[in-house]
């Protein structure tokens, strides 16, 4: 029988050159003579060890990486793939403390399996929960979900089911499922990470969210930004419906659902999800005014469930498993688990799922093991661009969603960026407003403007102008957007600055520059 | 500046661009819903989604020219004008940033002759922003010609763009 050999598919790992490593030890072995398969699986999310090649070996996967072409040929005179120790071996995958020490219930299967066998995906407890909720009334899917606690990993927070009962409990005949694949927060890849490495998870939850709901069509609005990702869910749709398990009648339930892909086109803000539903529309993505809410006025007008990619996808083992399984995890209001993203300058970025309640000191030092760099810490950012600025003392905040927000930061979507003591926290307070300004959809005031007002007097600091005056501006025009601005967009970039003013003044502090003096 | 009525630089190499949008709106039904999609394809086809076109797809869809051209005008994917044959993307989002980013890109726009966000006059490059590609682990990080590419210096990027030219 040959020999099972892992190298990822996942967009990370070949933008180190895992392509090009699994086509070097396939044609080593045939060079060799040797019985291999290559299968191409997702990332196991220990990014700094990409690419990483496994093999199997006695019941076992054992890790190498992170593997460079160069490197291929000693692998096979070391004898990888009968386990043969290696500079690179790191034993057995799942006793890596930095994947051993995780809770994975959501990426349970990414880089497990082969993300686009179907075989494979039911043989590691894929499809049971769709079993179990085509057996259980609509309602009863529903309810499962909110007795779970699971709340939208997007960064709102919002209880998952209660918008479910919404949408359910309306009458149209049409209802919507939306999956908001347009992780466009700097930080993140978690999103990424299932629609490459498990992407029958996310149609899963989706097909359960359309039983429960009513709904029979589902869209999933992926950013351009992710190629990969959107060929594969794609492929991944196409699986589905042969295996009869989209279309007319799910899996002989009589329950129809179909699903499609919509790609955006570099816009931010169509991660806010009523401009999402705008560009699924084919129209700008500029932010509706709430009310009406999606649940009840949507996609097309219609009662729509929009959903994150996370949240869809921790559905499945929620109806597989149960609700108390699921909810036995995590602290406070918050429950479950949450994939953390590590990125940044850090060690050993990737990605880590935990029960809420771990402290951030844990995952930046702990599982991140630090700067890159060396250097000292100085910042992390969490929850992407319009997320808050922590300072070291912070660190042992837990991450939580209401923990966090008491600290004045919050989780959003689980990103955690580091930063070592070279950041210049007035030149990051400037670029949140540019970004705002760039990703702005432009239809209120305080943002479309804000932003470029905010840019410009955080430059006169920068350079030294009226400095006190110029941070009172700031920090009154950082209440304007707040209070005033349609969306997060424009309503969450004062966190990055006000989180910036508040704990590092110091780098506000700037003296004159020689032609600002003149 | 090249001429612009020289048929190399037209867009599409020579192909209208009125016939090559209808093409594209009536492979997706005609629908307007499938707009972005649309010009995804169209901009795929031949390199941009030029004024030319706008007409002939709000008459196929039944919607206004403006609608259209608010809609191109809206996202940063879709351009009027064709770029270089090699595009470059390079991420200056924070943790691309928190790895070094800035200074890549000043170094990689001084090596390649371009300032950030335009072409080359030979159309050989175009670098442009891009806020996030999902590497964020694998700072710094860039795509080149739809290939992404992660942990990068200068030298790393610039072998993937003189790969990309081959």
Request: charged share 20%; net charge negative.
């Given at each position: 029988m040959s020999i099972k050999v892992y190298v990822p598919r996942d967009s990370a790992a070949l933008s180190v050159g895992a392509d090009e490593v699994a086509t070097r030890i396939a044609r080593e072995a045939e060079t060799r003579g040797l019985d291999i398969r290559v299968v191409r699986n997702g990332s196991r999310?220990?990014?700094?060890?990409?690419p990483l090649v496994e093999v199997e070996h006695d019941g076992k996967r054992l890790a190498y990486g992170?593997?460079?072409?160069?490197d291929v040929a000693s692998l096979f005179e070391a004898g990888f793939l009968e386990g043969g120790d290696h500079a690179l071996a790191h034993g057995v995958t799942e006793e890596i403390p930095y994947f051993a020490n995780q809770e994975r219930l959501?990426?349970?299967?990414v880089g497990v399996i082969?993300?686009?066998d179907l075989a494979d995906y039911e043989a590691h407890g894929g499809l049971k929960g769709l079993r179990k909720a085509l057996a259980m009334k609509p309602g009863e899917v529903v309810e499962e979900v909110v007795e779970s606690g699971l709340?939208?990993?997007?960064?709102?927070?919002?209880p998952t089911g209660i918008k479910w009962r919404t949408v359910a409990g309306l009458p149209e005949d049409q209802k919507y499922i939306c999956c908001?694949?347009?992780?466009?927060?700097?930080?993140?890849f978690a999103d990424r990470m299932i629609m490459e490495g498990d992407p029958s998870c996310l149609i899963e939850g989706m097909v359960i969210a359309g039983i429960a709901a009513g709904a029979t069509e589902g869209y999933i609005y992926i950013r351009s930004e992710y190629p990969d990702a959107i060929a594969t869910m794609k492929a991944a749709i196409r699986g589905w419906e042969e295996a009869g398990l989209?279309?007319?009648?799910v899996d002989g339930s009589g329950h129809a659902f179909r699903l499609f892909v919509r790609t955006g086109a570099g816009?931010?803000?169509?991660?806010?999800e009523s401009s999402m539903l705008e560009s699924i529309e084919g129209k700008r993505g500029t932010v509706r005014t709430k009310p009406p809410i999606p649940a009840i006025a949507?996609?097309?007008g219609k009662p729509t469930v929009v959903n994150n990619v996370l949240s869809l996808a921790s559905v499945p083992v929620i109806l597989s498993e149960g609700a108390a399984f699921y909810k036995d995890y995590g602290m406070g209001r918050s429950r479950g688990t949450q994939p953390f993203q590590i990125a940044g300058n850090?060690?050993?970025g990737g990605l880590v799922e935990k029960a809420?309640?771990?402290s951030l000191r844990e995952l930046i030092e702990?599982?991140?093991?630090?700067t890159a760099s060396g250097r000292p810490f100085r910042t992390a950012q969490l929850g992407g661009p319009l997320g808050a600025y922590v300072s070291e003392?912070?660190?042992?905040?837990?991450?939580d969603y209401e923990a966090l927000a008491e600290g004045g930061a919050m989780l959003g979507h689980g990103g955690i960026v580091v930063f070592d003591d070279t950041v210049d926290m007035a030149e990051m307070a400037r670029f949140a407003f540019e970004f705002c300004q760039i990703e702005?959809?432009?239809?209120?005031?305080p943002c479309r403007v804000g932003a470029v007002r905010g840019k410009e007097t955080v430059e006169k600091i920068l350079a030294g102008i009226d400095v006190a005056a110029n941070i009172a501006l700031v920090e009154d025009l950082c209440d304007t957007m707040t209070d005033g601005?349609?969306?997060?967009m424009g309503g969450l970039t004062p966190m990055p600055v006000r989180s910036a003013i508040r704990l590092f003044p110091e780098d506000f502090d700037r003296a004159p520059s020689a032609v600002a003096a003149e | 500046m090249a001429n612009p009525y020289l048929k190399d630089d037209a867009p599409g190499g020579g192909v209208d661009p009125a016939t090559a949008a209808e093409a594209v709106c009536a492979r997706h039904g005609?629908?307007?819903?499938?707009l972005l999609e649309i010009l995804h394809e169209l901009q795929h086809d031949i390199g941009c989604t030029p004024q030319a076109a706008l007409p002939a797809i709000a008459n196929a869809l039944n919607i206004s020219r403006a609608e259209v051209h608010g809609v191109v005008s809206f996202?940063?994917?879709?351009?009027?004008t064709p770029g270089g044959r090699i595009t470059v993307k390079i991420c200056r989002a924070e943790a691309c940033q928190s790895m070094g980013a800035l200074k890549l890109i000043e170094a990689i726009c001084r090596r390649n002759g371009i300032a950030l966000g335009e072409t080359s006059a030979d159309k050989r490059i175009t670098i442009e922003p891009v806020y996030c590609l999902g590497n964020c682990a694998l700072s710094p990080a860039a795509m080149v010609n739809g290939r992404l590419h992660g942990r990068l210096d200068e030298t790393r990027l610039q072998a993937a763009i003189d790969g990309a030219a081959t």
């Open positions: 999310g220990m990014l700094w060890l990409e992170p593997v460079a072409t160069g959501t990426f349970a299967r082969d993300p686009l709340r939208g990993r997007g960064g709102a927070g919002f908001n694949a347009d992780e466009g927060d700097s930080g993140t989209l279309g007319d009648s816009a931010y803000i169509c991660g806010e949507g996609l097309f850090v060690k050993n809420f309640g771990i702990g599982f991140g093991g630090g003392d912070m660190l042992d905040l837990p991450a702005s959809c432009g239809k209120c005031t601005s349609l969306c997060a | 005609n629908d307007p819903a499938a996202y940063h994917d879709f351009h009027e």
